[in-house]
């Protein structure tokens, strides 16, 4: 039985940084199925990685088709699955009322639904003491006009991951959820088409390698929570003491 991770959203940003770090600290696996639209993104990581086999799976992740073949391949192979990375996923900033309707339900089904469903998906596969690595986002954290559906996708796929943690205690499946601030990727491209981004978000913009290794290090410790940088971690606190109320106010 072959011994492999999945990594969908590993075309770009965080999840190519995790199938590139995973490849290195996993050196047992024998094959790291990596999915997104892109094709060619997702061939060049083959070229990248030399010590496992890189399995590009092109697939858009919002059709309910996509879930279909990945059951399919799975029902073939039967390969055991030590890894799931769950980050595809897309923000759009701006006012709920002028958000174009195409893309609002794009980000639904990409960040809610495809993740929900390739979790199921792949969990019959999955060992002990295999690992499920969620990214949502610090905007997980509390309401935030502005980004209001976005954030509402990340405080979903935080509150279901961190149940779905416990209930998977007892077959010793550990699921970290991954909540970075602001990351330097091609997300902003998405998200930020008709906003000006926030002049604290550019500030506070971190390395999607340093992320990803801090994401990976609380995976192997097993933590439910990982969050990159003092900063982050610091209104990660804060947004548990303060009122909803306040913070959306705050953040308006
Ligand atoms: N960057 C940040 O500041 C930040 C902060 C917190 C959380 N996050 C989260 O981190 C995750 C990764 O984002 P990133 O920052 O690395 O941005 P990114 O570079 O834009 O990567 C997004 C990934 O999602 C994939 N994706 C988007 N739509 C898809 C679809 N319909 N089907 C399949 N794959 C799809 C993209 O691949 P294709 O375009 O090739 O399909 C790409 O690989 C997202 O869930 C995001 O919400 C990002």
């Given at each position: 039985?072959k011994k492999?991770?999945?990594?969908?959203?590993a075309?770009?940003?965080l999840?190519r940084q995790?199938v590139l770090q995973?490849?290195?600290?996993?050196?047992f696996l024998?094959?790291?199925?990596?999915?997104?639209?892109?094709?060619d993104r997702?061939l060049?990581?083959?070229?990248?990685?030399?010590?496992?086999?890189?399995?590009?799976?092109?697939?858009?992740?919002?059709?309910k088709?996509?879930i279909?073949?990945?059951?399919?391949?799975?029902?073939?192979?039967?390969?055991?699955v030590?890894v799931?990375?769950?980050?595809?996923?897309l923000?759009?900033?701006?006012?709920?009322?002028?958000q174009?309707e195409?893309?609002?339900?794009q980000?639904?089904?990409?960040?809610?639904?495809?993740?929900?469903r390739?979790?199921?998906?792949?969990?019959?596969?999955?060992?002990k003491?295999?690992?499920i690595?969620?990214?949502?986002?610090?905007?997980a954290f509390?309401?935030q006009?502005?980004?209001?559906v976005?954030a509402?996708t990340?405080?979903?796929?935080?509150?279901?991951?961190?149940?779905?943690?416990?209930?998977?205690?007892?077959?010793?499946?550990?699921?970290?959820?991954?909540?970075p601030?602001?990351?330097?990727?091609?997300?902003?491209?998405?998200?930020?088409?008709?906003k000006?981004m926030?002049?604290?978000?550019?500030?506070?913009?971190?390395?999607?390698?340093?992320?990803?290794?801090?994401?990976?290090k609380?995976?192997?410790?097993?933590?439910?929570v990982?969050?990159?940088?003092i900063?982050?971690?610091?209104?990660?606190?804060?947004?548990?003491?303060?009122p909803?109320s306040?913070i959306?106010?705050?953040?308006?």
């Amino acid at each position: 039985m072959k011994k492999v991770a999945i990594v969908t959203g590993a075309s770009s940003g965080l999840g190519r940084q995790f199938v590139l770090q995973i490849a290195k600290s996993h050196g047992f696996l024998d094959e790291i199925w990596v999915v997104a639209r892109r094709a060619d993104r997702l061939l060049e990581l083959g070229v990248l990685v030399s010590n496992i086999v890189i399995r590009p799976i092109p697939l858009d992740l919002s059709k309910k088709d996509s879930i279909v073949r990945i059951r399919s391949i799975l029902a073939k192979e039967k390969p055991k699955v030590y890894v799931l990375v769950n980050c595809s996923g897309l923000g759009l900033a701006g006012l709920f009322d002028r958000q174009d309707e195409e893309l609002l339900d794009q980000m639904l089904k990409v960040n809610c639904l495809a993740l929900t469903r390739v979790t199921r998906a792949v969990l019959p596969y999955m060992p002990k003491k295999s690992r499920i690595v969620q990214v949502a986002s610090s905007a997980a954290f509390a309401p935030q006009p502005g980004f209001a559906v976005y954030a509402a996708t990340k405080s979903y796929v935080l509150n279901y991951s961190l149940a779905l943690r416990q209930e998977l205690k007892k077959r010793r499946i550990y699921v970290t959820t991954v909540c970075p601030g602001p990351v330097n990727t091609e997300f902003f491209d998405t998200a930020y088409q008709k906003k000006e981004m926030k002049l604290y978000k550019k500030l506070v913009m971190a390395k999607p390698e340093r992320v990803v290794k801090k994401a990976l290090k609380d995976v192997k410790k097993g933590r439910a929570v990982s969050v990159y940088g003092i900063l982050m971690k610091a209104v990660r606190v804060l947004c548990k003491l303060l009122p909803s109320s306040l913070i959306v106010r705050l953040i308006h």
